[in-house]
Nanobody
Framework: QVQLVETGGGLVQAGGSLRLSCAAS????????MGWFRQAPGKERDFVAV????????AYADSAKGRFTISRDNAKNMVYLQMNRLKPEDTAVYYC?????????????????WGQGTQVTVSS
């Protein structure tokens, strides 16, 4: 069992930065791939980024490439999403998720555990 808690959301102006954190509990955290997803009002949950259990491989949505960076610190049971050059269209609730297979996926249906989400609002 893994429990996830996201923090770091907030209100930021376009062009600004935020760093989201996801604290995980559970002894098997280090074997899980970790993903970030986001959901804007009235829209589907979209993939943002994923990191494999080793941290050795990452993948990003096209909208996040070059602006966002996912990382993890297995010693601290933490996953991060550094978001730079934010745009109003990045406004959404951001969720971290754990995939017990360890390989990660762009599909939210492949993830086993979810956090409660943190709101990110980017003003123009």
């Amino acid at each position: 069992q893994v429990q996830l808690v996201e923090t770091g959301g907030g209100l930021v102006q376009a062009g600004g930065s935020l760093r989201l954190s996801c604290a995980a509990s559970g002894r098997t955290f280090t074997s899980y791939a970790m993903g970030w997803f986001r959901q804007a009002p009235g829209k589907e949950r979209d993939f943002v980024a994923v990191v494999t259990w080793t941290g050795g491989s990452t993948a990003y949505a096209d909208s996040a490439k070059g602006r966002f960076t996912i990382s993890r610190d297995n010693a601290k049971n933490m996953v991060y999403l550094q978001m730079n050059r934010l745009k109003p269209e990045d406004t959404a609730v951001y969720y971290c998720a754990a995939d017990q297979r360890g390989t990660g996926s762009r599909s939210w249906t492949r993830y086993d555990y979810w956090g409660q989400g943190t709101q990110v609002t980017v003003s123009s």
